[in-house]
């Protein structure tokens, strides 16, 4: 009923800069937050970055300063600006919506199918 289609992710060196971009798209009544987190080799999914209707923006101490989260979620869509990326940014990027669906407004959380991030020089 709901999914979530990520682009923007790719090769890129050291230093460089990627933007993600997310669309939510299906039995939407609403949605109240959307965000990004990321899985590198070997480790847990992690929170990288969120964007809700009321509590703003929220980022993962490591990439403070470095990525910038933005969206219109009334339109359900989310960006998040990568810039100085490391190698230790590589990863597969999630896409993340807590949201109400249609048509009884209960609460459910979808994820995108990820997107691949690889920082190498």
């Known amino acids: 009923q709901v999914q979530l289609a990520e682009s923007g992710g790719g090769l890129v060196q050291p230093g460089g800069s990627l933007r993600l971009s997310c669309v939510a798209s299906?039995?939407?009544?609403?949605?109240?937050?959307m965000g990004w987190y990321r899985q590198g080799p070997g480790q847990q999914r992690e929170l990288v970055a969120t964007?809700?209707?009321?509590?703003?923006?929220n980022y993962a101490d490591s990439v403070k300063g470095r990525f910038t989260i933005s969206g219109d979620l009334v339109k359900n869509t989310v960006y998040l600006q990568m810039n100085s990326l490391r190698a230790e940014d590589t990863a597969v990027y999630y896409c993340?919506?807590?949201?109400?669906?249609?048509?009884?407004?209960?609460?459910?959380?979808?994820w995108g199918q990820g997107t691949q991030v690889t920082v190498s020089a």
């Open positions: 993340h919506a807590g949201l109400y669906q249609s048509p009884r407004a209960i609460p459910y959380e979808y």
């Open positions: 299906g039995n939407i009544y609403s949605i109240y937050v």
């Open positions: 964007l809700g209707t009321n509590t703003g923006t």
